[in-house]
């Protein structure tokens, strides 16, 4: 099992460019998510999906898209890169969305680190 | 505003010695906290859990100890060992319309020193 893997480990993007993000997870987990680690802030929510063809957002959702067509795949997008988008990101995923999840802690991926010039 | 809060962002031991690492918390809806354990360049790992309805579970050399009056947590590391080595980050479960979000502390940074 490869768990939950990331894509790109490293990007570097001039403000105004658009990327995604690839999160996939080979765990037949229900509950994916993205967070956005800077330093003072801890881990914080950008977006979450409870299954396929379902999706909310977190505490932090604005400038970013996501979409989740299949159980397997999480991409976030980046609609238009700022400065201030400038992190690493982590795709986290668990067996169960709904509270069942107290022995379903989060599995996260590797992290994508993020610069935008 | 900061639902959790690690007040401490470094914490250096002694290797042989007690690690404590403290959480506190100002939403008293959540009922179920957990501490993730992150070496550099690697996503957090799950490291151990509790429940309000407990006041402290174990796990080997780890137990973490939940004050619910004072709305505080801690993490005790007995014996502390050079590859405890990380920073760790406190996380509260908040259940939202049925789906759980992590809500995590800025995290502290463990040194143990040979």
């Known amino acids: 099992n490869a768990g939950v893997t990331q894509t790109p480990k490293f990007q570097v993007l001039k403000t105004g460019q658009s990327m995604t993000l690839q999160c996939a997870q080979d765990m037949n987990h229900e509950y994916m998510s993205w967070y956005r680690q800077d330093p003072g802030m801890g881990l914080r929510l950008i977006h979450y999906?409870?299954?396929?063809?379902?999706?909310d957002q977190g505490e932090v959702p604005n400038g970013y898209n996501v979409s989740r067509s299949t159980t397997e795949d999480f991409p976030l997008r980046l609609l238009s890169a700022a400065p201030s988008q400038t992190s690493v990101y982590f795709c986290?995923?668990?067996?169960?969305?709904?509270?069942?999840?107290?022995?379903?802690?989060?599995?996260f991926g590797n992290g994508t680190r993020l610069t935008v010039t | 505003d900061q639902q959790v809060k690690q007040n401490s962002p470094s914490l250096s031991v002694q290797e042989g010695r007690i690690s404590i690492l403290n959480c506190d918390y100002t939403?008293?809806?959540?009922?179920?906290f957990l501490w993730y354990k992150k070496y550099p360049a690697e996503g957090p790992t799950f490291l151990i859990s509790?429940?309000?309805?407990?006041d402290k579970n174990e796990d080997g050399r780890f137990t973490v100890f939940l004050n619910k009056s004072a709305k505080h947590l801690s993490l005790h590391i007995v014996p502390s060992q050079p590859g405890d080595s990380a920073v760790y980050f406190c996380?509260?479960?908040?259940?939202?319309?049925?789906?759980?979000?992590?809500?995590f502390g800025q995290g502290t940074r463990l040194t143990i020193n040979p």
């Open positions: 986290a995923s668990s067996y169960s969305a709904r509270g069942q999840g107290y022995n379903s802690p989060l599995h």
């Open positions: 999906s409870v299954g396929a063809g379902i999706t």
């Open positions: 996380a509260a479960l908040d259940l939202i319309q049925g789906a759980q979000k992590l809500v």
């Open positions: 939403n008293s809806m959540f009922d179920y």
């Open positions: 509790i429940s309000s309805i407990k």
